[in-house]
């Protein structure tokens, strides 16, 4: 609680990596971190469902060119819970800018704040084979990426998204708000 992780690298999980284990993770920080593979700032893999709330996710970076999750990875069966945080200027060259969801996670996203992350697909979020998230009271705004701008989702993947605000959003090929694709 109430710590900054900065400047952090790893494979997975540039700043920190929670696998098979539900931390409670509140008030934190995750800036400028980096991570070649899989969440920048944070990488939650094998069934790891922690809370996090109150944090701010900030120029967290996915190196490699399938990297995912700039600002977090939720990766095979993860259903963590992320209320009120905020992302910011995260970016990954493939998908997931913000956030990633892959591999049957299930993220409870709410009151998030998702501000200028990139990626080619889904600027702010990607939901990937069979991934159903729940967007609720969440802003998107000012994120790029080709296709999806906002939100991509993909391979049998849904999410719920209720009372949610998407502005500014710019996607260079298809989807500015959100692109569905099977």
């Known amino acids: 609680q109430g710590f900054t992780i900065r400047n952090g690298y790893n494979d997975f999980g540039g700043g920190m990596l929670c696998a098979a284990s539900s931390p409670t993770i509140d008030n934190c920080i995750f800036i400028a971190n980096r991570a070649t593979r899989f969440g920048g700032g944070l990488c939650n893999w094998y069934g790891s469902d922690p809370v996090v709330t109150n944090c701010v996710f900030e120029r967290n970076t996915c190196t490699a060119s399938d990297g995912r999750g700039g600002g977090v990875a939720n990766r095979r069966g993860c259903s963590p819970t992320v209320q009120n945080c905020t992302f910011i200027d995260n970016a990954t060259p493939y998908c997931g800018g913000g956030l990633d969801n892959y591999d049957a996670s299930h993220a409870r996203v709410l009151d998030c704040h998702f501000e200028g992350n990139s990626a080619s697909y889904g600027g702010a979020a990607t939901n990937w084979y069979s991934s159903r998230p729940t967007f609720?009271?969440?802003t998107f705004q000012a994120n790029r990426g080709d296709k999806g701008a906002a939100v991509h989702n993909r391979t049998g993947?849904?999410?719920?998204?209720?009372?949610c605000l998407f502005f500014g959003n710019v996607a260079a090929q298809s989807g500015g708000t959100m692109l569905n694709f099977e």
């Open 136 to 138: 609720k009271r969440c």
């Open 157 to 163: 993947s849904g999410p719920t998204i209720e009372q």
